[in-house]
């Protein structure tokens, strides 16, 4: 298994560009997670999905905008990149059909780095 | 708000000495409490967790302690190895907005010096 993956690895947008950050993952878990991760400021949560089509917010939602099409990939996008938003983004996954509690584990993926000039 | 503060935030070692980070939680509901290793350049690994009905758990040369009255937990390395070195995150799980979730510590940068 791969676990989760996520594309690109890095990526640098000008102000008022878009681009969408792809997780992948094939544990054939229920939920997943995008975070972003500042210096000194730990992960934080953007927005969360508990099954597929479902999306809600996290702690930092503003500027972003998530879909979840297919139960295996979780998708975030940006609309009008900001220079506030230059970060390191992490998809994680937890929680295997059989079990549905999103207590579970969560499994991280190696992380985007987006820089927004 | 609900929050997870996490100390030191950077800790040096000599290589074989114990590494010991603490982290305390604000909400009593919180029963669930993983610590991640994350690697320059990697994403955050589970390396052990804890559920608020254990006071301890162990593996091999780590272990995590919870009390809960007092709302703190705290991660214990062991005979530490160069390996060892990473940011570590402790997280508990709780409910806050409207959802469960994991709140993250922010993070303690371990340095273990041969």
């Known amino acids: 298994n791969a676990g989760v993956t996520q594309t690109p690895k890095f990526r640098v947008l000008k102000t008022g560009q878009s681009m969408t950050l792809l997780c992948a993952q094939d544990?054939?878990?229920?939920?997943m997670y995008w975070y972003r991760q500042d210096p000194g400021m730990g992960l934080r949560l953007i927005h969360y999905?508990?099954?597929?089509?479902?999306?809600a917010k996290g702690e930092v939602p503003d500027g972003y905008n998530v879909s979840r099409l297919k139960k295996q990939n979780f998708l975030l996008g940006l609309e009008s990149a900001a220079p506030s938003q230059t970060s390191v983004y992490f998809c994680?996954?937890?929680?295997?059909?059989?079990?549905?509690?999103?207590?579970?584990?969560?499994?991280f993926g190696p992380g985007t780095r987006l820089t927004v000039l | 708000g609900e929050n997870v503060e996490q100390h030191p935030s950077t800790l040096s070692v000599q290589e074989g000495d114990s590494a010991v980070i603490k982290c305390t939680y604000s909400?009593?509901?919180?029963?669930?409490f993983p610590w991640y290793k994350q690697e320059l350049g990697k994403g955050p690994q589970l390396i052990i967790d804890?559920?608020?009905?254990?006071g301890e758990k162990k593996d091999q040369r780590i272990a995590v302690t919870l009390n809960k009255t007092a709302k703190h937990f705290s991660l214990h390395i062991t005979e530490t190895q160069p390996e060892d070195s990473a940011v570590y995150f402790c997280?508990?799980?709780?409910?806050?907005?409207?959802?469960?979730?994991?709140?993250f510590g922010a993070g303690t940068r371990l340095a273990v010096h041969p």
């Open positions: 994680a996954s937890s929680g295997e059909t059989i079990r549905r509690s999103n207590t579970d584990t969560q499994y």
């Open positions: 544990m054939n878990h229920e939920y």
């Open positions: 999905s508990v099954g597929e089509g479902t999306t």
């Open positions: 909400d009593s509901a919180s029963n669930y």
């Open positions: 804890i559920r608020s009905n254990v």
């Open positions: 997280a508990a799980f709780m409910f806050s907005g409207g959802y469960n979730k994991l709140i």
